[in-house]
């Protein structure tokens, strides 16, 4: 058993990847956080997926629209919000498993 400390997850955040940092440092605030990121409208409707890494600030936005061919020689856009959060999964459980990124502790300073 190792002692974990959990700390409460950011507001908007639907799934979390400790990062290899994280992990062995037993911190789950080192990790890549999803979030959906939302349009001004009123109400905001999420448009992009968005990935954020806590150690070392990389992100990848993923966007839910996306254009595909209709038929020869026209595009229509697609409402495609499954596919952006599966390869921002993706993305997020790939740069967790290598991302050795850690702030600089407090005690250092
Ligand atoms: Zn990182």
Redesign the pocket.
């Known amino acids: 058993m190792t002692a974990q400390t959990t700390t409460a997850w950011p507001t908007n955040v639907f799934a979390r990847y400790l990062?290899v940092a994280g992990s062995s440092l037993g911190r789950d605030d080192l990790a890549?956080d999803l979030t959906h990121r939302l349009t001004i409208h009123n109400p905001p409707e999420p448009f992009a997926t968005l990935a954020t890494?806590t150690?070392?600030q990389?992100t990848e936005e993923v966007g839910h629209w996306r254009s595909r061919f209709a038929f020869p020689g026209a595009m229509e856009e697609v409402h495609d919000p499954e596919t952006a959060d599966k390869r921002a999964r993706e993305w997020a459980q790939e740069?967790a498993e290598t991302?050795r990124?850690m702030p600089r502790p407090e005690a250092a300073r």
């Open positions: 990062t890549v890494c150690g070392c990389a740069h991302c990124a």
